[in-house]
């Protein structure tokens, strides 16, 4: 039954590793709006302003697209309004409401369209490398020491493996769900971590206890 069940889990990993490839290679990962290439314009309304009220403007304007909303300016009395797409037609429609809303006098063409590049992946991971590196050594040192009964280069080999697998197939996973890489995607990383690390002590464990049995016999 054991066997069988690491069979499954094995042909599943491999699964995920072949689908999630695919995925990265024809459509890449997804992200979330802030990071993909995006387009904004900023309205100075001269008045305070309720996100929800704006919000309401941007569904009726925008439809489906996703649209972060930001004030800016010290007394918040202007607001960034950034999507996927904004059209020149876009643009007059959401002065036209905004004036409509506010009692104001913008001019749609005193505005600018500004485009925003993408983000890259790398640049997102790039702060965290050098942290998730030393920590890495750390633990791998740690677990050398701790087992030293066995051998060490298998301890390594085997802790490091379990380890870059544990985020190929969280990887694997994202690119299958289209999960956006965003704020949840650090925590999500550091949690799958922590999860490999509790399982390459948890296969040491059971590798010594065999050791010391057989040892004993």
Known sequence: MKQR???????????????GTIM?????LAFELKYQDSKKVEMNLGKEFKEKDIKEITNEVFADQPVIIQAIEVYKDAVSITTTE??????????????????IELNSEDITIEEIAHTRGRD???????PFVIVTIIILAYLVIRYNQL??????TQSIGIIVLAQLVLLGIMAITRMPIGKLTIPTVLLVYMLSTYTCTTKL???LKNKVIEENK
């Open 151 to 156: 051998n060490s280069l298998e301890v390594l």
């Open 24 to 28: 990265i290679y024809t459509k890449g």
């Open 205 to 207: 464990d059971r590798d």
């Open 5 to 19: 069940n690491t069979r499954i889990l094995i042909v599943l990993i491999a699964i995920i590793l072949v689908l």
């Open 124 to 130: 997102i991971i790039k702060p965290y490398i050098i």
């Open 86 to 103: 904004i059209t020149e037609e876009q643009k007059a429609e959401l002065v036209t409401k905004i004036n409509e809303k506010y009692e």
